[in-house]
Nanobody
Framework: VQLVESGGGLVQAGGSLRLSCAASGITFSVNGMGWYREAPGKQRELVAAITSDVGSTNYADSVKGRFTISRDNAKTTMYLQMNSLKPEDTAVYYC????????WGQGTQVTVYS
């Protein structure tokens, strides 16, 4: 299983970024996926998750209404649209997919400055 994130970067508070996660080596459409983040000095936390079947979504309270998780099974890619970004969103963001165990991408840095 290989997960490759992209789309991170430096953005001013209030701005937007879209993260992408390209998956390979796995039957993409039958597995739940999610985005985690880890900020300096903090525990890694689940930001958003999406199921494999009807694409039900779940969000951390801190990002509800600002972030949107989605997936394109045909492209075996998952996305995280992040709007109204805040400095506290600064973290390394990791893509995950569950297939017997949780598989992780290498992470992509998101830095939000005020």
């Amino acid at each position: 299983v290989q997960l490759v994130e992209s789309g991170g970067g430096l953005v001013q508070a209030g701005g937007s970024l879209r993260l992408s996660c390209a998956a390979s080596g796995i039957t993409f459409s039958v597995n739940g996926m999610g985005w985690y983040r880890e900020a300096p000095g903090k525990q890694r936390e689940l930001v958003a998750a999406i199921t494999s079947d009807v694409g039900s979504t779940n969000y951390a309270d801190s990002v509800k209404g600002r972030f949107t998780i989605s997936r394109d099974n045909a492209k075996t890619t998952m996305y995280l649209q992040m709007n109204s970004l805040k400095p506290e969103d600064t973290a390394v963001y990791y893509c995950t997919i569950y297939s017997g165990k949780l598989h992780w991408g290498q992470g992509t840095q998101v830095t939000v400055y005020s």
